[in-house]
């Protein structure tokens, strides 16, 4: 009897325990390197359990389970465990999402939990795991950087390395982060092979490869940050075990590295000496202006080229325009770039072609023109100036002619600038010289598949067709209403004929009332005409019009009428089968 008791006591309690399923979390921040752990906790023995999706990290070892249960001074507590490690795979806020697990019948959910996920971090090791200790020792991602206290719009580069000791080796890796230039204009060199080369680090020989390089220009003064690089590499790790031949097991791991951040020191370009016409170019510069030709005759054009070549910023400055005579009407320049971008910079040519126009015969300068930059060699600001340039206009109207023609109000003929290139041709056609393949285009499969969707169409059509053919009643009904309006069509063009007209009245009147009393023209006695005209509630007086009408037309055709009568009876006919259209029902 006591053994019951117990049991009915512990069943109780049993049944008012409270269910509790929640998540717990080794961390809430971690860097981008850092590993997760997660448990799931149950204090219930439930089943089907389903794990969330983990969005933003990636699961690098578990499920592992744990049950445990304890009985304290005649207390039980049970405890179930669902473990995880997590790693992220970006950073920013991520959210765990609900795991859910099944508990007589009921559904139990964990609450969402947020995790905060930073730059990867410098990781303590831990001394019992040898993996972890191999990797730490013998891995490493470097950014060299050329220059960390370069002036603005001054070039570094920027390279990744990643080495290895000859103790591990790698199989893979991915990017978890890319660097972030903020204020700086950045390019990359492109790495057509991943070489593997030998260099020193740390005093020790080791293996690395170029990941990435980049060319950077600080757009302004004071500290500026680059986002470090981060990685997640394949390893393979030596052992201190052996195998049956002697040779060291590997073990497969992961590590994540990280560049770190780097803070570069932008120096402003010095106030003194800077001139009032500095765009901004940075380098080592040189600078001409070459008209293509200086003696014109009436209506030619030149080009004049303004051009840059060295090394610097070449894209981020402007070059000076021109200033010519108002005679010298010049247009809108056409920009050319040729220049390549290496680890040392950018270098090459820009230029400025300008088309100009005289407008009258004479001798106009252009002006020098000045280009500044900075010089880094130096230090100090240089300006470099063109020298003037005289355009000779040979012939043509001149300026003082224009000034007298003007003033006496005789007007000559003068070419304008718009006339120059009227012959032009400005619309142009262009052709794709790539040619799209016909096999597994739209119009492919369109033609493929037509028939067969044409085929519920036809099929559709098929079964109308029958059915209108099969109708003998309606086929003959509509074939007497096409009749009437035919030969009605064709009295309103013999109206000038009187044999033709009647005869095609005539036919008209039969005809439309075969359609609408459905008889043969066997049928179509005075008495029987009447007869059914009266039974289809057709008015008595239209009735006699219409039989007098029938009778007139056979007598007309051999009796003599003028065209006035004609008329009156075409005008006749309309109204009655007006009338009867209405009348009959």
Not at 139 to 148: E, F, G, N, P, T
Not at 272 to 280: E, L, M, Q, R
């Amino acid at each position: 009897m006591k053994r019951y008791l117990i049991l009915v006591l512990i069943s109780f309690q049993t049944l008012l325990a409270q269910v509790q399923f929640e998540a717990k979390v080794s961390k809430t921040t971690l860097g981008l390197n850092e590993r997760l752990r997660i448990d799931f906790v149950m204090n219930m023995d439930g089943d089907n359990f389903t794990q969330p999706s983990f969005e933003g990290f990636r699961i690098i070892a578990g499920p592992s389970q744990q049950v445990s249960q304890s009985w304290v001074n005649g207390k039980s507590s049970f405890e179930k465990i669902y473990s995880y490690y997590l790693l992220p795979n970006q950073k920013g806020n991520l959210i765990i999402r609900q795991a859910a697990i099944e508990y007589n019948g009921q559904i139990y959910k964990t609450s969402p939990i947020k995790i905060t996920v930073t730059n990867a971090v410098q990781e303590d090791r831990d001394p019992n795991d040898a993996s972890q200790i191999s990797a730490d020792d013998n891995l490493y991602l470097v950014a060299d950087i050329s220059k960390i206290n370069p002036y603005i719009n001054e070039p570094i580069t920027v390279v990744y390395k990643l080495y290895f000791s000859y103790n591990i080796g790698i199989t893979n890796w991915r990017e978890l982060d890319k660097p972030k230039y903020n204020d700086f204009w950045s390019q990359n060199i492109d790495i057509k092979q991943l070489v593997g080369e030998e260099g020193m680090f740390k005093g020790e020989k080791y293996r690395f490869v170029v990941l990435r390089k980049t060319v950077l220009y600080p757009q302004k003064s004071g500290k500026l940050v680059i986002e470090p690089l981060s990685l997640d590499i394949d390893v393979q790790l030596p052992t201190n075990r052996r195998d049956m031949f002697g040779r060291v097991v590997v073990t497969n791991g992961n590590k994540r590295v990280s560049a770190g951040a780097k803070t570069i020191a932008v120096k402003a370009l010095p106030e003194t000496g800077k001139p009032a016409d500095f765009s901004g170019a940075v380098g080592k510069f040189d600078f001409k202006v070459i008209p293509s030709k200086t003696n014109l005759k009436n209506g030619e054009s030149l080009d004049l080229m303004v051009s840059v070549t060295g090394s610097g910023n070449m894209k981020l400055f402007t070059l000076p325009k021109p200033v010519v005579p108002s005679s010298l009407e010049m247009y809108d320049p056409v920009h050319d770039e040729k220049v390549n971008t290496t680890l040392s910079g950018m270098s090459g040519k820009i230029s400025d072609k300008y088309t100009i126009i005289p407008q009258f015969k004479g001798n106009y300068p252009i002006k020098p023109m000045q280009f500044s930059y900075f010089d880094l060699g130096s230090g100090t600001y240089k300006t470099i100036t063109s020298p003037e340039i005289m355009i000779n206009v040979m012939d043509g109207p001149s300026a003082n002619d224009q000034v007298a023609s003007t003033t006496s109000g005789t007007s000559k003929n003068i070419i304008s600038a718009s006339e120059q290139f009227k012959y032009v041709k400005l619309d142009t056609d262009l052709i794709s010289m790539k040619e799209d393949d016909f096999f597994g285009s739209k119009t492919f499969y369109s033609l493929l598949f037509l028939p067969f969707l044409m085929l519920p169409l036809i099929v559709l059509l098929k079964k109308k067709k029958d059915t209108i053919n099969s109708d003998v009643f309606g086929n003959r009904i509509k074939m007497n209403n096409r009749l009437a309006k035919k030969y009605l069509s064709e009295a309103k063009k013999q109206i000038n004929n009187k044999e033709p007209f009647y005869v095609a009245l005539e036919k008209a009147m039969h005809n439309f009332l075969k359609a609408k009393l459905h008889i043969e023209t066997s049928d179509m006695s005075k008495s029987n005409i009447q007869q059914l005209l009266a039974s289809k509630n057709a008015g008595a007086q239209t009735v006699i019009d219409f039989i007098n009408l029938t009778e007139n037309c056979e007598l007309a055709r051999f009796a003599q009428s003028s065209s006035a009568d004609i008329q009156k009876d075409f005008d006749k006919a309309v109204m009655i089968i007006s009338d009867l259209e209405k009348q009959i029902s």
